[in-house]
C-alpha cells in the first residue's frame, strides 16, 4: 500500500491518500485522460508507459530490499555458457563491422588517390591569365589544354613561375 499511494514522502509530492487514489482512479476510468495529464502522471511516476501494449495493462513497479540486493547471484552453467556464447558472438561481430570500416577507409583513400580534379574551361581560361599568357596566343593555348586535360592536370600542378615554359614545351611549335 506505502508503494502505491506514497510517492514522494520527503517533499509530499504526488502522495496521495487510498481514498484520494481511489476517487481519482474512478474519475479516470470515467473519462479518457489528455495527452497533457498523461505526461503528468508519467513527469510524477504515477504510470509507467515503457512496454505498454493496451490501456488494460497495469505495471506495478517494486524496488527490491537492501537485503535482496546484497543476496549473490545465483548462476546456473546454462546461464554461464548462454553468457560466454553471447560474448563470442558479440565479439565476432564487432570485428565484422571493424573489417567493413577498415574496407570503406581504404576505398575511400584510393579514391581519394585516383581522382583528379576536372579543370573546367574558366578555370582553364583564370590559370592562363595569371601565368600572363598574352590575348594572341591565349585561344590556342586554351584549346590545347581544354583538349588535354591530363595536360592541365600537370600544368596547373607546376609551380606558377615556371608554367609558361612547361605550356611552351607542351604545345612545341604550336605556342
Known sequence: ?????????????AAETA?????????NQQRSETIDEID???????INLENFISSDDIQVTSTMSASQMNQPKVTTSKSKKRK???DVTASKITVAIDNVANAISESTHAFERSHRPVYLGEQI????DLMGVG????SRAYLF???????????FGFPLPLRMSLLKEMMG???
Open 1 to 13: 500500500m506505502l508503494e502505491l499511494f506514497a510517492r514522494d514522502r520527503a517533499t509530499g509530492g
Open 19 to 27: 481514498k484520494e487514489r481511489r476517487n481519482r482512479m474512478t474519475t
Open 40 to 46: 503528468r502522471m508519467v513527469s510524477i511516476d504515477e
Open 125 to 128: 581560361y583564370n590559370e592562363l
Open 135 to 138: 590575348p594572341e596566343k591565349m
Open 145 to 155: 589544354l581544354v583538349a588535354n586535360p591530363e595536360n592541365a592536370h600537370a600544368l
Open 84 to 86: 560466454v556464447e553471447e
Open 173 to 175: 611549335a604550336d605556342y
